[in-house]
């Protein structure tokens, strides 16, 4: 009897001095095992010593989220074995390499809703309209299915880590995508700060609807990136009416004035998941709706920091860029300002003031009718692109980046300069044929001395750079660079469609969708598909037709973003 209590002692000192061995810092696999994690970088002493694959420190996952989940890296890893605890959300498992992004990683369930696998096209205009005396959205065209039965999605796959268990199988598969590899290919630049993780990961997290309009982008550029695409689709369907649907619930208890900032986020991930989709309509809708939202709040400068430094650069990216092709669907009177970047920004780059300098000259056919007003700006143009260097303006770089990234980037821009050139010349012989139409050699003459014509601008002796010189250049840098997977490339679609345009040499055509076939593949948004699909309709065509015009006759919002 007295030594039945001794006996008992040392079993409870041993847990104790087992748990304590556990920490919170230490990296994942030691966590996973409850021993103590010397934290030595990159991979930490205990698990060199023990043969253990070291996990790292900086994922937020505890365990992948079912056996197939290494397809979302990008490397060989060495066979290991099972680990297994107790706990059934704690299972981890490793299963044989699989080629990168080429098969979901879970199965969706039958129970997944049967929305069709894109949203239906429609008339972008009915999908927003702004209420000015209430200051509050309506929804005019969209139907919503039932609140409940949308969040009815579920996957096959292991429950998953304890930090996630709010979120569906579904939610969190997709969340995983966007924070792994998504991320990184929908930006222009990648870097340690990449606020599509840095910032919109923990915003969603605490928010439903952002969650849902995040996982909609994540479902719909997997989708664009693997083989069995029906599945992604169709989550991406019903994340974005899940997102329609939460955005009309609350605009129906705020005002625009006092919307939470996740609403304005989620506004702005639907214009993302358009640009991602390859829509061809829609896309200005969420674009106009943003801005609108924006506006009630004061404008970007009255934005909180954070906010106004993620949502700067993508809608000065979205709105010049829609400025150029999409002029008749957006709210072009209600620009914002002349917002200027601070920090070396992950969708424009080093080509903020050349993508404005472009949506200045998709305005020059409104001075037409002026031909001083149009001879002054087509100067001041002219000379921006001339004076125009990277180094002109010196911005705050993100952690991370080196001078590799930032050599590919200045490439990029250079590229946005020359697609510039390019496109002025372009607009100026385009006005140039529709100011007056051709009139027969006897009438002529005397209409010309009785009749007023509109101004008809010849192609300008004074422009800088040739535009047979401009498309040189631009070809050479695309034949320079290898267009890889770094994500500094991915902004290259809107100088490859400007230049494709204007080729007409098949060699260089080849070269243009070449390239964008390797945009297409490594960095898997939509818009690429539509902008050679365009290409394809104008080098098939009879006769030198505009793109623009093209657009008009196939009611297109083509997106260049």
């Known amino acids: 009897m007295v030594q039945q209590p001794s006996t008992q002692t040392p079993t409870r000192r041993r847990c104790r001095r087992e748990g304590a061995k556990w920490t919170r810092s230490g990296c994942l696999t030691c966590k996973r095992r409850r021993k103590r994690c010397d934290e030595a970088k990159p991979c930490c002493h205990s698990c060199a010593r023990l043969g253990l694959k070291c996990e790292g420190y900086g994922s937020m996952w505890a365990e992948p989220l079912d056996p197939s989940a290494n397809i979302f890296s990008q490397f060989r890893e060495p066979k290991r074995r099972r680990v297994s605890t107790t706990s059934a959300s704690t299972t981890y498992s490793r299963a044989p390499e699989e080629e990168l992004w080429l098969s979901p990683s879970s199965p969706v369930s039958s129970s997944l809703s049967t929305a069709p696998t894109t949203p239906a096209e429609s008339d972008n205009s009915s999908l927003y309209s702004w209420n000015n005396e209430n200051n509050e959205y309506e929804d005019k065209q969209i139907t919503i299915p039932d609140t409940d039965s949308c969040y009815a999605l579920t996957v096959a796959s292991p429950m998953p880590s304890r930090y996630f268990s709010h979120l569906s199988h579904h939610d969190t598969h997709y969340l995983q995508y966007h924070t792994e590899l998504g991320s990184k290919l929908l930006a222009n630049l990648e870097s340690i700060d990449n606020p599509l993780r840095s910032f919109l990961i923990p915003r969603a997290l605490s928010s439903p609807l952002l969650m849902k309009a995040l996982c909609a982008v994540s479902a719909t550029h997997f989708a664009n990136r693997s083989r ?55 896309w200005t809708a969420h674009l106009n709706a943003l801005q609108e939202l924006i506006m009630a709040r004061g404008g970007v400068d009255a934005l909180k920091d954070d906010m106004r430094e993620f ?251």
Not at 254 to 262: H, I, K
Not at 328 to 342: A, R
Not at 376 to 400: F, M, Q
Not at 415 to 435: K, M, V
């Open 228 to 282: 069995d695409k029906q599945e992604a689709q169709t989550a991406a369907t019903d994340y974005y009416i899940q997102t329609l649907s939460g955005l009309q619930s609350t605009i129906a208890i705020y005002s625009a004035r006092s919307l939470p900032d996740e609403a304005i986020l989620a506004v702005a991930m639907l214009c993302k998941y358009e640009i991602v989709r390859g829509s061809v309509q829609q």
């Open 311 to 561: 949502l700067s650069g993508f809608y000065i990216y979205a709105y010049n860029m829609a400025r150029i092709s999409n002029r008749k669907h957006i709210n072009y009177d209600l620009d914002i300002g002349n917002v200027k970047i601070s920090k070396l920004d992950i969708y424009i780059g080093y080509a903020e003031d050349l993508i404005k300098i472009c949506a200045r000259i998709a305005d020059l056919p409104t001075l037409s009718q002026d031909p001083v007003a149009l001879d002054l700006e087509v100067h001041l143009i002219d000379t921006s692109l001339r004076d125009w260097a990277p180094t002109n303006t010196e911005y705050i770089l993100p952690r991370g980046i080196t001078e590799s990234n930032l050599m590919r980037l200045r490439m990029v821009a250079n590229c946005f300069r020359d697609a510039a050139y390019i496109y002025l010349h372009s607009t100026l012989e385009r006005l140039n044929q529709r100011t007056a139409p051709p009139l027969s050699p006897q009438f002529a003459a005397p209409l010309q001395l009785t009749l007023h014509t509109p101004f008809k601008p010849e192609p300008s002796p004074s422009i800088s750079l040739p535009r047979s010189t401009a498309l040189h250049h631009l070809l050479s840098r695309i034949r320079e660079f290898p267009l890889d997977e770094h994500c500094e490339y991915s902004a290259l679609t809107f100088p490859l469609f400007i230049a494709g345009c204007e080729s007409k040499h098949p060699s260089d055509q080849e070269l243009i969708i070449h390239s964008l076939d390797k945009l297409e593949a490594n960095f898997g948004i939509g818009n690429v598909r539509r902008a050679k699909e365009m290409l394809s309709i104008l080098w098939a065509g009879e006769g030198d037709v505009h793109w623009l015009d093209m657009l008009e006759r196939l009611q297109w919002d083509l997106i260049l973003a």
